[in-house]
């Protein structure tokens, strides 16, 4: 799975202003409300449920808050870099600036699975967050997510 499989050009905010980790989420459900169709109170409804399950904030100034829905027919990621980080009750404490959404339909299994792996490889490399953190154009930060991915992959 490509991560470009996963976000389209569209699909990247480049500043995004929240104050909150549940503004974040509320503004990020908005986005993927409109590009996947859903509701937005539903898309947000489980991003909420699952972060109660415990925190999506993986550390290094990443999170990475997804959810399952039984009306997707297909997996989405919206990329956000924040405009200031966040408290976002991360496993190491530090706030949070570079978040990837993902949605899944209930159905996706291990396709699920093999998406959050796949971005979580992509963030957990140092220089690919220094360079997504360098850049506040939405067009640089889709090149550098897909790009990056599909060097490794080579």
Not at 120 to 143: F, I, M, N, Q
């Amino acid at each position: 799975m490509d991560i470009s499989d996963l976000i389209k050009p569209d699909h990247v905010i480049a500043r995004l202003r929240a104050t909150s980790k549940k503004q974040a989420l509320q503004d990020l459900a908005k986005r993927a409300a409109e590009i996947t169709g859903q509701p937005e109170r539903a898309l947000f409804s489980t991003l909420m449920k699952r972060e109660r399950l415990g925190t999506t904030g993986v550390g290094n100034g990443i999170a990475i808050p997804h959810g399952k829905l039984s009306t997707l027919d297909q997996l989405y990621g919206l990329f956000a870099r924040l405009d200031q980080p966040i408290d976002f009750d991360a496993i190491d404490d530090r706030p949070v600036d570079l978040i990837f959404l993902l949605l899944a339909p209930e159905s996706s299994g291990a396709d699920h699975l093999k998406a959050l792996a796949r971005v979580s490889r992509l963030l957990r490399d140092k220089p690919t967050c220094e360079k997504l953190r360098g850049t506040d154009d939405a067009e640089a930060l889709y090149a550098l997510l897909v790009d990056t991915a599909a060097s490794w992959a080579a």
